[in-house]
Every structure is written in C-alpha cells, then in structure tokens.
C-alpha cells in the first residue's frame, strides 16, 4: 500500500493532530512497511519543530519527506502561531493544496490522508481521499462543505467528534464514516527528578492558550484557591494569542507560564493534579490522555468528549465547563484526599495502557486504510 499524507504544519508545530500524524507515520512504516510520502511545509527560517526532526530521524526510506516552499509573498503567514485564529490556519491550508495539487501529477496512491479538513485536496485526482478529525468547529463553516464533497471518508477521533461533525458531512451522502482508537507516547521509564521545588502543592495545565481552553477559568478558580490554601501553584505549559491576556488578569505570584515545553511528561508525572478546563471543540483532548498514561489526577469537564474515557469519581473528575464555583471545589476537595487523588491516577494510569496504545491506535488505522484504499477498486 502506498499512502500519501498531508499535514502542512508537522514540520514547524505540534499539537494533538499533529502530534497524531507523526506517529501514524512512524508506526504504520514500522509495523506494517508502507510507503509513505508526507507532504508538509518548509518553514521560514528552517525552524523545524524538534519531534519532526525527531520522527524524521527514527523511520526507514519507504518514507520521503517533501518540504514545500511558501513562495515569498506568503511568508507573512508566519509571522503569527498557526494557533492564533482559523482564519491564519485556513489561509495556510488553501495556499499549501494549491502547491502541492501539482505535485501529485503521475503519482499513484492507494489513498490520500489529511489531518484538517481544509488541508485535504479540494479537487477531484481519482485518488481514495481521507480526513482525520480531531476535534470539532465551534459554528459551521461554509467552505468546510466543498471540502466534505471531495472527501470519501472520515477518520473521528471519538463518536463524540463524529456527532458534531455530523451536519456538515451530511453534504457527501457517500461519505463512510469511521471512528479511530486513540494513541498517545508513554513515559519514559527512567526515573527523571521533578521539575517542581520541593514541598507545595502543583497544579499543571497543557495545553494552547486560546479562549475554547478554558485556562480564563482556570486561573479564576485558583486565585480563590490559593487564597485559601497557601502554598499551592499553578503551571501554565503552552502558548497562544490569549497568553498576554491571561498573565494580565493574574494577581497571585503562584502562578507561572512556562510557554511551550518539550519536557510536558515531566510536570504530568510529578503534578498533584492535572487540570483541562476545555468550554468547548475538544475530541479526546490528546493532553488528558497523556496525563492519565503518567498517572496523573486529572479534573477536566463535560461535554468535550471526556466522558468516553474519564469516569467522574473513579479515574478522574469532571466537572461543567465554564464554572469556576465547580471547578474549585473540585480542586479543594482533591487537596484534601491525597488517598483519592492517588487511587484516581492508579486508575488513569490503568486505563490509559489498556486503551491508548500507539500499536492498537495504529493497527485500527491501517485497516481503516485498507478499507478506503478498497474504494477506488470497488
């Protein structure tokens, strides 16, 4: 089989898709000997993400790698995070299919894979031609529809996504539907020390810093918290449009933004809890999962597909997102059970080894693959 993926953004950033499509990459060659072309962007100023170097590094030659270049009068997309609004994603998206259509003249394919809906081929090539979703638009979007038509099928990261994907796929009534087993790494089993200073208590959020994440809520909770606790501190992992805004509302110095880290394992495995106060638009948020496979306490909340995979009040807690009142409470009960919070990441962790395995996840993918590829022979 020979796969050809396009994922404008693995090269230069990686959040929960991107992080998806790298190790779709590097299982399915490994595991199962597939041709791969990747298709990504050569960022300005060659400022190649660390873990796309990385996963360049560990796989054979049946995978080759083709860089595009952003022509010059496009390069000011890059001056802003590809998080800081869709509009810069979808920009970014529409301008990539249009450089790499003509690259796929004479190509053959058994299947064509994308992570966006918009990074998908908005034009017919007689190629099987699929999308990952993994997470859901908070209104829908009418171009998203053009995309849909062309598309043969979809690949959700929970049922959840699929749902609320559901009115803009019902414009390709052709369209097969599949529902993906979820991945995510493992820690790595040599004892590290912890990033934290000794003594405290440490709550830890990952993730970008977009208004949908909920951190506004977060930091509201916690200055009540830590008015009432003492010596307890917040860590704020990941960066966005919304961080500027956040450190100016912040009045307690126990709480620090940290930006983008590639120790984010370090601070799971060593956190008295874990928080993920996402409003909405989430799939199976790929930093819960990691901390439940560290044996973190994870609060997170309802509504945002959590529920498939945290059970409230045996390996986690949910509470409503948006509320603060909750969110505190939860935070307040949790400090005060240290037996709880324990048993609850001894059960994340058990969970997450039964059901997030990259060889499962991607053992499902491939014969999702081999499904779709079957479309063009049909």
């Known amino acids: 089989m020979k796969l050809a993926i396009f994922q404008p953004r693995i090269s230069y950033f990686t959040g929960g898709s991107e992080k998806a499509a790298l190790r779709h990459i590097e299982y399915l060659n490994r595991n199962y000997g597939l041709h791969i072309d990747v298709y990504t962007i050569r960022p300005p100023h060659e400022s190649f993400h660390p873990e796309y170097l990385a996963c360049k590094s560990r796989i054979g030659q049946q995978v080759r790698f083709y860089e595009i270049e952003i022509p010059a009068a496009y390069r000011y997309f890059y001056d802003e995070s590809p998080s ?13 299919s249009a ?29 099987p031609n699929a999308v990952y979703l993994g997470g859901y638009p908070r209104d829908e979007v009418p171009i998203y529809r053009s995309f849909v038509r062309q598309c043969h099928a979809v690949l959700a990261n929970s049922n959840d996504v699929l749902t609320n994907w559901e009115p803009v796929l019902a414009h390709n009534k052709n ?8 991945g995510v790494d493992a820690p790595n089993a040599k004892e590290k020390e912890s990033p934290f200073v000794p003594g405290g208590f440490h709550i830890v959020y990952v993730g970008r810093l977009i208004e949908r994440k909920g951190v506004r809520v977060l930091i509201e909770a916690f200055e009540r918290f830590v008015q009432e606790v003492g010596d307890v501190h917040l860590w704020i992992i990941g960066d966005g449009p919304e961080r500027t805004h ?6 307690s110095s126990n709480v620090h933004f940290l930006g983008t880290r590639m120790d984010a394992y370090d601070f799971y495995e060593n956190a008295d809890i874990c ?3 996402s409003i909405m638009g989430e799939g199976m948020l790929t930093t819960a999962c990691e901390a439940m496979m560290c044996g973190a306490c994870v609060v997170a909340t309802t509504g945002n597909g959590n529920e498939s995979f945290i059970h409230s009040g045996e390996n986690g807690m949910l509470v409503p997102p948006g509320d603060a009142n909750a969110l505190l409470s939860a935070l307040k009960y949790l400090y005060k059970d240290g037996v709880v919070r324990s048993k609850f990441g001894r059960e994340a962790r058990r969970y997450a080894q039964e059901h997030f395995s990259w060889e499962h996840a991607t053992k499902d993918l491939y014969q999702k693959l081999l499904e779709i590829a079957a479309i063009r022979k049909s």
Not at 111 to 125: E, G, M, N
Not at 246 to 251: D, G, M, N, P, R
């Open 99 to 127: 450089l790499v259509s003509p690259l796929l003249q004479g190509k053959k394919y058994d299947c064509l894979l994308s992570y966006y809906i918009v990074d998908a081929l908005y034009k017919p090539v007689g190629i």
């Open 275 to 277: 928080v993920f106060p």
């Open 84 to 96: 800081s609004d869709h509009l810069r994603w979808d920009s970014e998206s529409l301008l990539f």
């Open 175 to 182: 369209l097969k539907k599949f529902v993906l087993k979820k």
């Open 246 to 251: 956040l450190e100016s509302i912040v009045t």
